[in-house]
């Protein structure tokens, strides 16, 4: 064994399983269609797992929703358990539906584009990032409405040890990144047209009550500001938040996760492993179609083997049907603890259980 290997990090993730982890926030993300939402729901059964004395909680953020499919089990905005996994619950938010509540509940200029408010309502929602944020912001507040800490007389609430994101597309998660800043600069602009033409504004909207409008807008992006804020200096904190990486052994999926990984680390964010799936391990096939994409698998895999030598590197493989429901998952996901080995585990990629 040569000292490269002797620095090389073990290829699966049971630096995030073990009970000693101070870890809050997991995010699980990547290119779209490369099993993100397995990769996720994986991860966080083998946490639940590990640590059936502790209580976790597996949240999509993705529009197109997946965990309901993935478990067989229907989920929503409110938390719910996993059936047959009770230390483990699942949410899915939609960022946009929040953001549409959100208006209609403080009636932000509705229908009415002559109205000042309004425009800045629509600049408001534009703001690259929003979505993300606010989805966040739903997040720590069901978090927070849980937590048993906040009401001990409610015996039903729940303290998360750790919270698990099955992040949208690589774009929305680096939105969120660049926020605050993004949020200065704006609430800034609004401050300095608010002071110039504040007056104005008030006669426009109606005399006081829309300067009262006003001011609630400015108050509420404030407040996403401040909130946004110290969720990212958590999200920069290694001890308590890390992004796992999920990728193909293809062109396009390595180059995205490159990039990825560069915008991370531009953000101070921790991250050291990268989940990659759909391998074939086709050594010994008589498929010659099988025989021929296993080569260019490994083509790229040994790219990443160079590039990423001190990171976790997990291969996961192929399987023969879909990777659905409990049982299943739970086959799956023992390679992110124990490494995939072709010839001892192979029978695993025919044994899973199909779903209707």
């Not at 399983?17 to 870890?23: A, C, I, M, N, Y």
């Not at 966080?44 to 309901?68: E, G, V």
């Not at 929602?125 to 978090?143: N, Q």
């Amino acid at each position: 064994m040569s000292e490269l290997d002797d620095l090389s990090l073990d290829p699966n993730l049971q630096h995030i399983f073990d009970k000693e982890s101070t870890l809050k926030w997991i995010f699980v993300g990547g290119k779209g269609g490369v099993g993100k939402t397995t990769s996720s729901c994986s991860v966080a059964i083998r946490l639940a797992m590990a640590n059936p004395d502790k209580q976790y909680l597996l949240i999509s953020t993705d529009p197109a929703h997946n965990l309901s499919d993935a478990f067989g089990q229907k989920f929503d905005k409110d938390a719910r358990p996993v059936e047959g996994l009770k230390n483990l619950s699942c949410m899915e938010i939609d960022p946009s539906a929040f953001m549409e509540e959100m208006k209609s509940q403080n009636n932000f200029g509705e229908n009415d584009a002559s109205n000042p408010l309004s425009i800045m309502n629509d600049m408001t929602s534009s703001i690259p990032g929003i979505d993300e944020a606010l989805s966040f912001m739903e997040v720590m507040k069901h978090i927070k409405s849980q937590n048993a800490n906040d009401n001990p007389e409610n015996a039903n609430k729940v303290d998360y040890q750790t919270i698990i994101f099955d992040t949208a597309p690589t774009g929305h998660t680096l939105r969120f990144l660049q926020l605050p800043s993004t949020l200065e600069v704006l609430l800034s602009k609004f401050s300095e047209i608010s002071g110039k033409f504040g007056p104005l504004l008030n006669n426009l909207m109606g005399g006081a009550g829309g300067g009262d409008k006003q001011q609630d807008m400015l108050s509420k992006l404030q407040d996403i500001q401040v909130t946004v804020g110290e969720i990212n200096k958590q999200f920069q904190d290694p001890d308590l938040t890390t992004f796992v990486c999920v990728c193909i052994s293809e062109f396009l999926s390595l180059y995205e996760t490159e990039r990825l990984i560069q915008e991370l680390m531009s953000y101070n964010m921790d991250v050291n492993s990268i989940i990659v799936n759909q391998l074939l391990f086709s050594d010994e096939a008589d498929c010659k179609r099988c025989a021929s994409r296993w080569k260019m698998q490994k083509k790229y895999l040994n790219e990443m083997n160079d590039l990423y030598e001190d990171f976790h590197l997990i291969k996961m493989p192929l399987l023969g049907n879909e990777i659905r429901g409990l049982n299943n998952l739970v086959k799956f996901s023992q390679f992110l603890v124990n490494a995939y080995d072709p010839k001892k585990d192979n029978h695993i990629i025919f044994e899973l259980e199909t779903k209707d």
